[in-house]
C-alpha cells in the first residue's frame, strides 16, 4: 500500500489539503489542458504540416529550389519572433479566453489559404502573418499554467501542455500518410493541398471550444463551473507559495524591473542555447535524410521520423514528473545534452550502419524534454511578479527564435542533407553550451 501511494505522489504530486481544492485543481486541468493541448496540437500539427508537405510533392508541384524549404521556416519565424512580446502582453489587457481562440481563428483560416497556393512567394507572406496569430500559443500557455497552478504542480502540467504539441507532430506524419494515400489526387488536389485542408477543419472547432470553457486568468475569472469559493480558493492557495495574483496597470515601472533583475538574462540566454537542440525535430531532418538517401516510399518517409516524436513525448512526460517531485529542474538538460551528442556523432561518422542512424534520430527526440522543464523553472524563478513573469517566458521563447530565423539556412540548408555535417557540429557545441550555461 505504501508503495502505491508513493508511486501515486509521484506521478501526480501531493493530495490537496481539502476536497474542495482537490476539486477545483481536477476542473482546471480538465478545462484547462483540454483546450491548451488541443489548441497547441493544431498548432504544432500546422507546423509539422509544413515539413511533410514538402516531403509529399509541395517541393516537386511548387518548383521549389535550394534553401527555399528553410527560408519557409524562417520566414515563419520573423513573425513569430514579431508576434510574442506582444501577443503575451495582450493577455495583461484581455482574457486569455477570448485573446487565444481569436488567434487560432486566423491561423486557421490562413491554414485553409495554404492548401491554394500557386507559388512558394504565397507561402511566404502566408507563413509570416501564421507565425504572428501562432506565436500566442506556446509562451502564452505556460504563462496561463504558471497563473494558476503551484509549483509542485507545474512541471507536469506543462510536460503535458508540450507534449500535446508533439503530439501534433507525430498525428501529422500519420495524417500526411494517410492522407497521401487516399485524397491524392481527389478533386483534382494534390495530397499535400488535403493535408492543410483538413488541418483547418480541426483548428477552428477548437477555437470555439476555447470562448466557451477556457479559464483565462484566477483574478478575472467568470467562467460558468467554478463557484465563488473555488474563484477564492483559486487565489488563496497561490498566495501561500508567493505566486503573485493581483492584476496591476501596465506601467514603464514593468521595463525597469525586467531590466534591473538577472531573471530575465539567466532564463532568455538559457532556452536560447538550449532550445536549438530541438533541430533535429523542427527541420525534420530524419525525414530530408530519408528522401536525400533514396529507397523509402513517401509514406515511409512521412510516417518513420514519428518515431522520434514518441521519444520525445515519452522523455517530456517522465521528466516533468520527476522535476515535480524532486522540485530540480536542471538534471534534464544534462540528460537531452548527452542524448543529443550521442546522436550527432553517430550520424557524423557516415559509415555507420542504417539502423544506426535510425536510432541516433529517435534518440534525439529526447531533445523535447528541456521545453516543459525550462518554461516551468522561469515560471517558478518569476512567480512573485506576474507582469515581469509574462514578459520573461515570452522573452525566452523570443531570443531562441531568433536564433532559428537564420540557424537552420546556416547549419541545416536542405542541400545538406542528408548527412548535415555543419548541422552536427553545431549541435555537439549547442549540447556543451547548455550543459556549461546552466551552472
Avoid at 525535430?281 to 528522401?291: E, P
Avoid at 545534452?337 to 542504417?354: N, V
Wanted: overall charge positive; charged content about 15%; hydrophobic content about 45%.
Amino acid at each position: 500500500m505504501y508503495k502505491l501511494q508513493k508511486m501515486k505522489r509521484f506521478i501526480w504530486g501531493e493530495e490537496p489539503p481539502s476536497k474542495m481544492e482537490a476539486r477545483l485543481v481536477l476542473k482546471l486541468d480538465w478545462f484547462i489542458l483540454s483546450y491548451c493541448c488541443m489548441m497547441y496540437f493544431t498548432n504544432y500539427l500546422d507546423r509539422s504540416n509544413v515539413s511533410n508537405a514538402y516531403v509529399s510533392g509541395m517541393k516537386e508541384e511548387l518548383r521549389m529550389e535550394g534553401t527555399e524549404f528553410n527560408k519557409i521556416n524562417t520566414i515563419f519565424t520573423c513573425g513569430y519572433i514579431v508576434g510574442m512580446i506582444p501577443n503575451n502582453m495582450m493577455l495583461q489587457v484581455l482574457s486569455p479566453r477570448i485573446w487565444f481562440p481569436c488567434m487560432q481563428i486566423i491561423w486557421g483560416v490562413l491554414t485553409f489559404c495554404t492548401s491554394a497556393v500557386s507559388s512558394v512567394e504565397q507561402i511566404y507572406v502566408i507563413r509570416f502573418f501564421q507565425g504572428i496569430a501562432e506565436s500566442s500559443t506556446f509562451v502564452g500557455t505556460h504563462y496561463v499554467l504558471g497563473s494558476w497552478y503551484k509549483p509542485a504542480e507545474l512541471g507536469k502540467r506543462s510536460g503535458i501542455f508540450t507534449s500535446s504539441g508533439l503530439v501534433g507532430t507525430l498525428f501529422s506524419g500519420v495524417l500526411q500518410a494517410a492522407v497521401y494515400r487516399n485524397l491524392n489526387g481527389k478533386a483534382s488536389r494534390s495530397g499535400w493541398r488535403w493535408l492543410f485542408i483538413i488541418d483547418g477543419i480541426i483548428t477552428l472547432p477548437i477555437a470555439f471550444y476555447g470562448f466557451l470553457v477556457f479559464p483565462g486568468l484566477p483574478a478575472t475569472t467568470n467562467v460558468f463551473y467554478l463557484t465563488e469559493e473555488e474563484r477564492l480558493l483559486a487565489t488563496e492557495r497561490l498566495q501561500t507559495t508567493n505566486i503573485e495574483v493581483s492584476r496591476q496597470p501596465l506601467s514603464w515601472s514593468l521595463l525597469r524591473r525586467v531590466l534591473t533583475r538577472w531573471r530575465w538574462y539567466a532564463c532568455s540566454l538559457l532556452f536560447a542555447i538550449s532550445g536549438e537542440t530541438e533541430s533535429f525535430g523542427s527541420n525534420n531532418l530524419m525525414g530530408q535524410w530519408l528522401k536525400a538517401i533514396g529507397g523509402y516510399s513517401v509514406e515511409q518517409i512521412d510516417f518513420y521520423p514519428s518515431g522520434a516524436t514518441a521519444v520525445a513525448i515519452t522523455s517530456t512526460l517522465i521528466c516533468a514528473t520527476w522535476t515535480d517531485y524532486t522540485q530540480v529542474r536542471w538534471p534534464v538538460l544534462i540528460y537531452m545534452s548527452i542524448a543529443c551528442i550521442i546522436s550527432s556523432i553517430c550520424i557524423l561518422i557516415w559509415s555507420t550502419p542504417i539502423g544506426l542512424k535510425f536510432f541516433a534520430y529517435y534518440l534525439a527526440g529526447a531533445s523535447y524534454a528541456g521545453q516543459a522543464t525550462t518554461f516551468a523553472w522561469a515560471n517558478q524563478i518569476c512567480a512573485d511578479d506576474d507582469q515581469e513573469r509574462n514578459i520573461v517566458l515570452a522573452s525566452m521563447n523570443m531570443w531562441n527564435n531568433v536564433i532559428n530565423a537564420w540557424w537552420s539556412i546556416v547549419f541545416y540548408p536542405a542541400t545538406d542533407a542528408p548527412k548535415f555535417r555543419k548541422g552536427m557540429v553545431a549541435m555537439i557545441c549547442i549540447c556543451i553550451a547548455t550543459m556549461g550555461i546552466h551552472g
